[in-house]
């Protein structure tokens, strides 16, 4: 018997979890994790409007330089703030220094001096925190620097070794950090991070 003169059509090419693009997207993904939620969406949100889309000025790159800057900031100081419910539900946050936590919206009728002292004991500035905010910086700069606009923006002659050092520098960073927050665990839960379990 004759084959059939139709052949079967030939699927389209998969350029699935192995792409390289998709790779490098899915590992920023992945250092977003790591990040206070607010930094991450008001960096993506206001780079493209700063940056213009990539196409950069000197007023735009002053702009794109500015909100990379605010956001390292906060993510810096936001490895130091931390939060507690207290008996009656109500939720505080704060900044940890070597005393104890400073509590910003702190009134004198709300906390007892038993609360208080749980405060310094508890809440003390540590060195884990100290591995927090570097890490949590870096990470946001290279979130930031993995960026399409910014690098369009400051980068836009870039050869093939710096395109493959942004490619790979995401999937190194997070493996890098994601070891690094196992090895010094925290349980402080600040401005700008979502889990509020297991507090008070």
């Keep these: ?9 030939h699927p389209p090419p ?15 993904a992945n250092l977003a994790n790591l990040l206070p939620n607010g930094t991450v969406l008001a960096f993506q949100a206001l780079t493209p409007s700063f940056s213009k889309n990539g196409s950069c000025q000197l007023s735009n790159k002053c702009l794109t330089a500015s909100i990379i800057i605010f956001c390292a900031i906060f993510c810096l100081l936001s490895s130091f703030t931390d939060s507690f ?19 910003f919206n702190y009134n004198n ?28 910086l870096l ?19 870039a050869g093939g070794n710096e395109n493959a050092l942004v490619m790979n520098l995401p999937l190194g960073a997070g493996v890098l950090s994601s070891f690094l927050f196992t090895i010094f665990p925290t349980t402080r839960r600040g401005i700008g991070y979502a889990d509020m379990s297991n507090r008070g």
């Design 85 to 103: 419910i207290d008996k009656d539900g109500k939720l505080y946050y704060g900044i940890a220094t070597f005393k104890g936590l400073y509590i």
């Design 14 to 28: 998969n350029h699935g979890s192995n792409h390289p693009a998709h790779k490098t997207l899915a590992s920023v």
């Design 139 to 157: 990470v946001f700069m290279i979130f930031a620097l993995s960026n399409s606009n910014v690098q369009s923006c400051f980068f836009p002659e």
């Design 109 to 136: 009728i709300d906390c007892d001096e038993d609360m208080m002292k749980e405060l310094e004991d508890k809440y003390k500035l540590n060195f884990i925190d100290f591995v927090h905010a570097f890490v949590s």
């Design 1 to 9: 018997m004759a084959e059939s003169s139709f052949s079967q059509p």
